[in-house]
């Protein structure tokens, strides 16, 4: 949610920000509809101003003049009742709206229509060219038995997998490495809750608009979903609150398996493990102080988490501007890292790195008391500090050898018992 304050006086930078994010909403319209609104919440006060004055003359007056008055009160309530219905409906069209707005995003972020449009910033580590035939990650697997997506699906549904053996003793190591970093650089691990209300997943702003990448629980429970991110529950831990400020910034590291439905994605990344509907996730999330400086500085800080997982996981990566076609509604700036795949011949995202200034704790309603006493928004920050198993693809397809063999980075041998190599069981 946005400052409507900051809206009103530059309509026209909103709507350059609803273009390039490629977001239809008409600002002019909106602008009309917030002059209606508010005129009718003036009118409606204005109304219950004056229908509370006749109510206090009236235990002064007798006979005619007191009839009088009860005719002038009963014909107030008829127009006050009249005019809180509409009131109530231009109320609900205005808040609906507002959801609707974006921020705008950074002047420095590129313009352009999607992630195609992304710009490289600087990549790590060498793609190495080998002598022998690579195999992907799913061939791999069969060799190795490190998963299973014939029996997944078969268990549940399209995009299904059994993580097996040494598959998913890499996948844990993998968490766990991400989590002992995160603890060493002072944050806080949280095990969060995987079943959410509609309202954190409104407050976060992933609603409306992502109600059909959501698991929506049934009737039973209904105005209740199933987590595609631990951003969701973390992000809202302080929602409500007013924080001092010397308890800024909350650095959180939220685990959790994470659920997405993939609607809209149907025959697209389908083979292996790039696009699945349950994962496991390591999400950073930063709350600090309302300044871009301050805002900035943990950008890069939660950027520079990942990628020190990503260089002790030994993978070529690159790091990108997120153009603002590929930016969410309240993004203001945005990086994704990038592993090398080798059998997509390309870099695939593995993290999203993201600042949203106020818009998330605008609508989770959290805020920390300044220096003057003033109650102000904090800023809000993520970025995936390490997911799986879609990092397994680079891990296997990056770390093969010869034999079929995987190596193990060294970073990951202590948390699989000192183990080097992944190797055939027979």
């Known amino acids: 949610m946005i400052d409507l304050h900051d809206l ?41 101003a004056e229908q509370n004055a006749v109510s206090k003359e009236i235990p002064k007056l007798q006979g005619a003049e007191k ?40 002047p420095s972020v590129p313009v352009g229509k999607d992630d195609s449009e992304n710009r490289p910033v600087r990549s790590w580590g060498e793609i190495v060219a080998r002598d022998f035939d690579l195999r992907d990650h799913v061939q791999l697997s069969k060799a190795l038995d490190l998963f299973d997506t014939e ?3 078969k268990i549940a549904g399209t995009r299904g997998y059994f993580l097996k053996g040494d598959g998913a003793r890499l996948s844990h190591a993998v968490m766990s490495l991400a989590i002992d970093h995160l603890h060493k650089q002072g944050y806080t691990l949280m095990d969060p ?84 509907h349950q994962f496991y996730k390591v999400e950073q999330v930063v709350l600090c102080r309302a300044d871009a400086d301050e805002s900035m500085k943990f950008h890069y800080e939660l950027l520079g988490n990942a990628e020190a997982v990503m260089q002790m996981l030994e993978l070529p990566y690159r790091v990108v ?12 700036f945005k990086h994704d890292i990038e592993a090398w795949m080798p059998s997509r011949k390309a870099y695939g995202e593995t993290h999203s790195c993201s600042s949203f200034y106020d818009f998330q704790a605008r609508r989770l309603n959290t805020r920390y008391k300044d220096e003057n006493g003033k109650n102000v928004f904090c800023y809000t920050l993520n970025n995936t500090c390490i997911a799986s ?38």
């Open 8 to 48: 009103r006086s530059r309509p026209d930078e909103y709507q350059r920000a609803c273009d390039i994010k490629g977001i239809k909403f008409d600002v002019k319209e909106f602008l009309d509809l917030d002059t209606r609104y508010r005129k009718a919440r003036t009118d409606v006060e204005t109304q219950r």
């Open 67 to 106: 009839e009088a008055k009860l005719a002038q009160m009963k014909q107030l309530s008829e127009q006050l009742k009249e005019a809180n219905a509409g009131l109530k409906e231009l109320e609900d069209s205005w808040t609906k709206a507002q959801l609707r707005i974006p921020s705008i995003p950074l």
């Open 151 to 153: 029996r997944g699906v």
């Open 193 to 276: 809750p995987h079943i959410v209300s509609y309202k954190a997943m409104l407050s976060t702003g992933y609603f409306p608009g992502g109600e059909e990448m959501a698991y929506h629980l049934d009737q039973r429970d209904d105005g209740f979903h199933l987590i595609g991110t631990a951003e969701v529950p973390v992000a809202s831990y302080h929602s409500d609150e007013i924080l001092a400020i010397d308890e800024l910034p909350k650095r959180y590291a939220g685990y959790s398996p994470c659920y997405r439905r993939e609607a809209g994605a149907y025959g697209k990344d389908t083979y292996g493990l790039y696009r699945v």
């Open 321 to 332: 501007d997120v153009c603002t076609g590929d930016m969410g509604q309240g993004q203001v």
């Open 389 to 426: 198993p879609r990092i397994l693809i680079p891990l296997l397809e990056n770390h093969q050898n010869q034999d079929g063999s995987i190596t193990i980075p060294t970073a990951l041998r202590p948390y699989m018992g000192g183990q080097e190599l992944i190797t055939p069981k027979n």
